[in-house]
């Protein structure tokens, strides 16, 4: 468990792939200008600060570690939000399930590069500012977060798809506002469901 100040020395790397997935968590850590790569994690982030890392996560190869898991885990659990401050995230698979999952975490001016969310299930995050590049399909986004999970209106606000291409699969519901995000030239969000749905 990493906390306070935390450096790029802190950060356990691994010569060949592990056979199982190598646990790495924050507490109340800060960080600056970390390149952590999520390749073979089991990642946790509890109320902590990220300013200008990266996030990184292979594009091809096998998923599956010998173990039979999927690098996963929390960029913001719900008892203990994080929040990322101009950090870049590269090839990373958000799912709910065999991924990681954004949670009650808030991200402020970050990139979104070419990452994975098919299978990816937002309701509880915050993005304000971020910029989103490549395909973006069989997700489902929420302006207010059902009420299983709160019911929480999130902040949604000032985010850049138009370097994204947005698949049909993609479900925007629980009044998303669509009218404070800068959309690709032709596309026309539309809701698909409430927000318990």
Same mark, same amino acid.
């Given at each position: ?5 935390? #450096?790029?020395?802190?950060?356990? #790397? ?11 968590? =924050? ?33 091809? %190869? ?8 999927? &690098? ?6 719900? @008892? ?5 401050? @101009? ?24 990139? =979104?590069?070419?990452? @994975?969310?098919? %299978?990816?299930?937002?309701?509880? &995050? ?23 999970? %709160? ?10 798809? #138009?370097? &994204? ?8 519901? %629980?009044? =998303? ?9 032709? =596309?026309?969000? #539309?809701?698909?469901?409430? &927000?318990?749905?």
């Amino acid at each position: 468990m990493l906390s306070g100040e935390v #450096t790029q020395a802190d950060i356990p #790397t691994f010569d060949e792939r592990p056979a199982d997935l190598q646990g790495l968590s =924050f507490r109340e850590a800060r960080a600056r200008g970390l390149s952590i790569s999520l390749d073979d994690r089991h990642l946790g982030a509890y109320w902590s600060e990220f300013e200008e890392c990266s996030f990184t996560q292979r594009r091809s %190869g096998r998923v599956l570690n010998e173990s039979g898991a999927a &690098a996963q885990g929390t960029l913001g659990w719900v @008892r203990g939000p994080s929040i990322y401050r @101009r950090c870049r995230f590269e090839g990373v698979r958000f799912m709910s399930m065999g991924g990681y999952s954004m949670d009650a975490a808030t991200f402020e001016d970050c990139v =979104f590069d070419r990452c @994975r969310f098919n %299978g990816h299930r937002h309701t509880t &995050a915050d993005l304000v500012g971020c910029r989103f590049v490549g395909k973006i399909d069989g997700c489902t986004w929420y302006g207010t977060a059902p009420e299983y999970d %709160g019911g929480r209106r999130n902040v949604i606000r000032g985010n850049d798809f #138009t370097d &994204a291409v947005i698949g049909w699969n993609v479900g925007w519901r %629980g009044d =998303f506002d669509f009218d404070a995000q800068v959309w690709p030239e032709g =596309f026309v969000p #539309t809701v698909d469901g409430p &927000a318990g749905a």
